[in-house]
């Protein structure tokens, strides 16, 4: 499956500056505001130790690390919801993807040009505001467009109008829908309109060089945010992360390890993603290819094998499944058959984190 998330914040917050350093690209970093006119995009591995250890054992043609899309999204003006700055064009991003990362400045640069002072929060609303309206101006449309069905008894129309009130009433109030509980059959009311506020969201704070531990009060304040919206934050340097991703790894070692980071900012970044997201990995394992797959956190054996293939779905038979640990453990599959941990699963099967997976499918 394909995962796209998008990132975003107002201009000068350091979103290029970000997917720089995750992608290797060279995206705009100009100092000045709206350098970004256009969305940059990238496809980033997933960092996954797990493929270079089942490598160790199983020789293979290739090794294929499941994949991210990663999206720069230029930064919001004020009064986009209305089509102000890049308008539509910049929400229309936002919509098409999966998760959204809000970058947010927590770092002083003179250089870096910013009207009035460095103010995390008010950045915070001033964004979540703008994609509350959006959607606000999503749904009431939904709302005129249901109603006459609604009046004349339609069943399904009364319900979603019903939804579509909700919502609306709690964007007037300036409210991000994801903060709100709905039921799923809400959510599949609500899931054709695409939503901006229903996204998960996941808030970014781009700190100065002498915070990385996070631990300053504007870093705090994203997180105190955070928190409050029910989401997941993390810290980042991104300055000293494209610095670092230019090095060679004997240099960035030791540059890591004298300023106290135990990891680059694109491991921790995917795995609050997939967290985020509810995402879990398989891996198949052949002469061919040893590759990475992202499901669903609960999805069953076909839907798995349906990511390799569509058609492995419905013809799906069994699959057999062992642990990455058992492949260490035992060292080849024939070990691990001959000890009992391969596992025959039929199509009630909820995949594990981890597991490596030969599927049978009827022909």
């Known amino acids: 499956m394909g995962v796209e998330c998008g990132i975003v914040g107002v201009p000068n917050s350091g979103k290029s ?45 290739r090794v294929v690390p ?6 720069d999204i230029p930064g919001l003006a004020p009064g986009a919801s209305t089509g102000k700055g890049l308008g539509n064009k910049f929400l229309g991003h936002v919509k098409e993807c999966d998760a959204i990362l809000q970058v947010v400045r927590c770092f002083e640069r003179p250089d870096v040009i910013r009207e009035g002072p460095l103010d995390p929060a008010g950045d915070m609303e001033a964004l979540e505001l703008e994609l509350a309206m959006a959607d606000l101006d999503t749904v009431s449309r939904g709302v ?13 129309a009364r319900f979603e109008l019903e939804v579509f009130e909700r919502a609306k009433a709690l964007l007037e109030e300036g409210r991000q829908l994801r903060t709100a509980s709905w039921k799923e059959q809400e959510l599949e009311a609500l899931r054709p309109l695409f939503l901006i506020t229903l996204k998960p969201m996941l808030y970014v704070a781009n700190v100065d060089q002498d915070d990385v531990t996070g631990t300053s009060e504007r870093a705090q304040a994203v997180r105190a945010h955070a928190e409050s919206m029910g989401s997941g934050w993390i810290h980042l340097c991104g300055d000293l992360e494209c610095e ?3 090095m060679d790894e004997a240099d960035r070692s030791e540059f890591m390890r004298e300023l106290g980071i135990e990891e680059l900012g694109l491991p921790r970044l995917i795995r609050r993603t997939y967290e985020l997201l509810g995402l879990q990995t398989f891996f198949t394992a052949g002469p061919k290819e040893i590759r990475a797959w992202t499901i669903h956190q609960g999805d069953t054996g076909p839907v798995a094998a349906g990511v390799i293939h569509t058609d492995f779905e419905k013809a799906y038979v069994r699959a057999e499944v062992y642990s990455v640990e058992d492949l260490v453990r035992h060292r080849t599959e024939a070990a691990i058959r001959a000890a009992g941990k ?4 039929g199509r009630d099967y909820a995949m594990r984190e981890g597991d490596v997976a030969h599927f049978l499918v009827a022909k």
């Open 244 to 246: 670092l991703v230019a």
């Open 144 to 156: 005129e467009r249901l109603g006459k069905r609604a009046r004349s008894g339609e069943k399904q």
């Open 342 to 345: 391969l596992r025959v699963e």
């Open 66 to 71: 499941a994949a991210v899309r990663v999206v």
């Open 17 to 61: 500056t970000l997917f720089n350093a995750f992608t290797a690209s060279r995206a705009d970093r100009a100092i000045y505001p709206f350098s970004t006119l256009e969305k940059n995009e990238a496809v980033v591995s997933v960092p996954d130790e797990r493929l270079e250890t089942i490598h160790r054992f199983i020789e293979t043609e």
